[in-house]
């Protein structure tokens, strides 16, 4: 089964500091990748998403994830955060193959908060 | 619309109670998925629709939980008898094709419905 793994429950940091979330998932197959984010009070975004190809992949707002299949990891990065950055951020795979339907199986999320 | 709509956005309901969710997808979307995200989780995949068809209900977590979409596009999530465990934020999300593994094909959620059983 497919699962997904962020390290990290809580980041807090300063403005300005660079940024990286750990994301692992287990599958054996062909997966599609993706980070959402979520800002407070707000729905579910796509950030980035990675399908195939160069392996870093660049997002939204300065985000970029470097898909490393080896280490079957996708962290999200990002050089100089903002406060507007604080916010929850989901790692997500879908296994291309998988059977039936496009079940995008989700992490439980790290909460980022950015001291201004 | 421009965006997936959900409602109610806020549910309050007795323990025992039966309540239904409604979803208005992007116009034209084929795919709608239903997901549900509990306090400090990750959402958890409930199920999907292709149009009308149910293609997978493997993520409902009891009988209790029922999904429907007869004409392809608005889409009702039915809980009965609802229990204290059921209180999460419940998804919908769409997306224009039938596979996330289409490279262009991104799925949008709603803001969801807060359901809050006491």
């Known amino acids: 089964a497919q699962s997904v793994s962020q390290h990290n429950h809580h980041v807090i940091l300063s403005e300005a500091a660079s940024l990286e979330l750990g994301c692992n998932y287990s599958y054996g197959g062909t997966v599609n990748l993706f980070w959402y984010v979520q800002y407070p009070g707000q729905h579910l975004q796509l950030l980035l998403k990675?399908?195939?190809?160069?392996?870093l992949v660049k997002g939204i707002k300065g985000f970029e994830a470097e898909f490393i299949k080896s280490k079957f990891s996708f962290n999200l990065r990002k050089p100089s955060v903002q406060w507007s950055d604080t916010a929850e951020y989901f790692c997500?795979?879908?296994?291309?193959?998988?059977?039936?339907?496009?079940?995008?199986?989700f992490g439980s999320g790290t909460r980022l908060s950015i001291r201004p | 619309g421009a965006g997936v709509s959900q409602s109610p956005r806020y549910k309050v309901a007795k323990r025992g109670q039966d309540v239904a969710l409604r979803c208005d997808p992007i116009s034209g979307h084929v795919s709608l998925f239903w997901y549900q995200q509990a306090l400090g989780q990750g959402p958890e995949f409930l199920t999907y629709?292709?149009?009308?068809?149910?293609?997978?209900k493997s993520g409902l977590p009891s009988d209790r939980f029922f999904a429907e979409r007869p004409e392809g596009s608005v889409s009702t999530l039915k809980i009965q008898r609802t229990q204290q465990e059921d209180s999460a934020v419940y998804l919908c999300a769409s997306s224009l094709a039938g596979r996330t593994g289409s490279s262009g094909n991104t799925i949008y959620f709603g803001e969801g419905s807060w359901l809050t059983v006491v």
């Open positions: 997500a795979v879908n296994g291309f193959y998988y059977s039936s339907a496009s079940k995008i199986i």
């Open positions: 629709f292709q149009n009308e068809a149910q293609l997978d």
């Open positions: 990675y399908f195939s190809g160069d392996p």
